[in-house]
T-cell receptor
């Protein structure tokens, strides 16, 4: 079946521009996560949705970062007034509700590579 | 705070030899532990996880990992390495308990299997 998809795969933005990154989770997956992966580092948690509810946004690095999942399916990560330090790969992951988000396996998309010039 | 250490940035192993990729963790309470693999320009692929029960966990592609609570380790192993196993491997931990959503990853270990 189809996995997690993300678009665009690559995005180049000029400093100060706003960008929107899209995530299509696996159909029926309740939980959705966003991660930021800097070059040479492991992914770092940004935010978590359970259906349409954003239950944890503690990893968002600044108020320029905003995520939404209005209908409990597709999610969008928006970055306003992009800065060079925002350059990274943004990964989306989803999981089916089995025992809960702590133990459920997360399935990752291919990521969006954002480069801010 | 929870953390993961992968002490080796790179591991080289000859094809057919056993491989080990090391991981140690720090977390409050009982840990949930995961291994993922990342191929170039692709997302992370799940290999295996430890939640509870048997300390030896078997996963995809012949990989296994052993949970050692006293040493706070969760090393990834495979009896016979393949060239196709060459990739970037990430260990991750999450604390048990309600409201624990954050999965914390290590920095990754690059595995190179030499033909």
């Amino acid at each position: 079946g189809a996995g997690v998809s993300q678009s665009p795969r690559y995005k180049v933005a000029k400093r100060g521009q706003d960008v929107a990154l899209r995530c299509d989770p696996i159909s029926g997956h309740v939980s959705l996560f966003w991660y930021q992966q800097a070059l040479g580092q492991g992914p770092e948690f940004l935010t978590y949705f359970q259906n349409e509810a954003q239950l944890d946004k503690s990893g968002l690095p600044s108020d320029r970062f905003f995520a939404e999942r209005p209908e409990g399916s597709v999610s969008t990560l928006k970055i306003q007034r992009t800065q060079q330090e925002d350059s990274a790969v943004y990964l989306c992951a989803s999981s089916l509700w089995e025992r809960g988000p702590s133990t459920d396996t997360q399935y990752f998309g291919p990521g969006t590579r954002l480069t801010v010039l | 705070a929870q953390s993961v250490a992968q002490p080796e940035d790179q591991v080289n192993v000859a094809e057919g030899n056993p491989l080990t990729v090391k991981c140690t963790y720090s977390v409050s309470g009982n840990p949930y532990l995961f291994w993922y693999v990342q191929y170039p320009n692709r997302g992370l692929q799940f290999l295996l996880k430890y939640i509870t029960g048997d300390n030896l966990v078997k996963g995809s592609y012949g990989f296994e990992a052993e949970f050692n609570k006293s040493q706070t380790s969760f090393h990834l192993k495979k009896p016979s390495a393949l060239v196709s196993d060459s990739a970037l491997y990430f260990c991750a931990v999450r604390a048990s308990g309600a409201g624990s959503y954050q999965l914390t990853f290590g920095k990754g270990t690059k595995l190179s299997v030499i033909p």
